[in-house]
């Protein structure tokens, strides 16, 4: 099923999931407003798409509390109405507990689910969405399962998880439905620089392509029921 004239916003957009979910969102028709906080990577992202002329780029660094949620907020304002978001954003660090300082603590849970919390607040404003409207989250097994040095992924996921289905309660009686997916292995830079020391094999994780066909075909759902 195509999607002709359909809007989506894809934030996390040159990273391996948010880049794989740009090409899979245009090749189904979509016009894409690719975010991301580097200008040059995000614009050869939007160059390498099909039609490359029908989207958009922005950029936003969801590191910066200060400007975040104004940043965002004039994204939606000019792009809008948009029929839905991915974020794709977030960190994976390593690091064991007697490693573990507050401000990088906070810093990866800002990135990792304050910086959704805040784009769905932009998203629901009036004019910012579609009447049937959608939003996926990229998670984690992690939000779930614990591992060694991993205190500040798995609750950054856990967290984002969280606020997808309180989100999801909170907009889906005003035609938003929000969703986070939990994949345990996809095959990305952060993968191999995470999960690839830990001895988990290539092999065993989805490719970034696989993963983005199944989470738009996830997207398509929400908005047709």
Same mark, same amino acid.
């Not at 984690?140 to 060694?148: I, K, L, N, Q, R």
């Not at 990305?188 to 690839?196: S, V, Y």
């Not at 994780?205 to 199944?214: K, R």
């Given at each position: ?60 660094? &969801? ?12 994204? &939606? ?25 507050? %401000? ?78 939990e994949p345990r292995y996809v ?19 989805? %490719?970034?392509?696989? &993963? ?14």
């Open positions: 099923m195509t999607a002709r004239g359909e809007k989506i916003l894809i934030a996390g957009a040159t990273g391996g999931i948010g880049r794989a979910v740009a090409a899979e969102a245009a090749r189904r028709g979509y016009e894409c407003v690719l975010v991301a906080r580097d200008w040059a990577a995000v614009e050869a992202v939007r160059a390498a798409l099909p039609q490359p002329e029908l989207h958009k780029t922005a950029v936003v660094d &969801f590191a910066n509390a200060d400007s975040l949620e104004l940043d965002l907020m004039r994204i &939606f304002t000019a792009e809008g109405p948009l029929n839905a978001v991915v974020y794709a954003v977030g960190t994976c660090p390593v690091k064991p507990l007697a490693l573990l300082g507050g %401000s990088f603590f906070e810093e990866t849970i800002r990135v990792g689910c304050t910086g959704f919390v805040m784009m769905m607040k932009a998203f629901a404003a009036q004019g910012a969405h579609t009447r049937r409207a959608a939003a996926v989250a990229v998670s984690s097994v992690s939000a779930g399962e614990g591992w060694p040095g991993g205190t500040a992924y798995c609750a950054a996921k856990g967290a984002l998880s969280a606020a997808a289905r309180a989100l999801d309660a909170e907009l889906s009686p005003k035609g938003i439905r929000v969703v986070a997916l095959l990305t830079r952060m993968f191999r620089d995470c999960a690839g020391r830990m001895g988990v094999p290539e092999a065993a994780a989805l %490719s970034p392509e696989s &993963f983005a066909c199944g989470l738009m075909d996830r997207l398509s759902e929400l908005l047709r029921v």
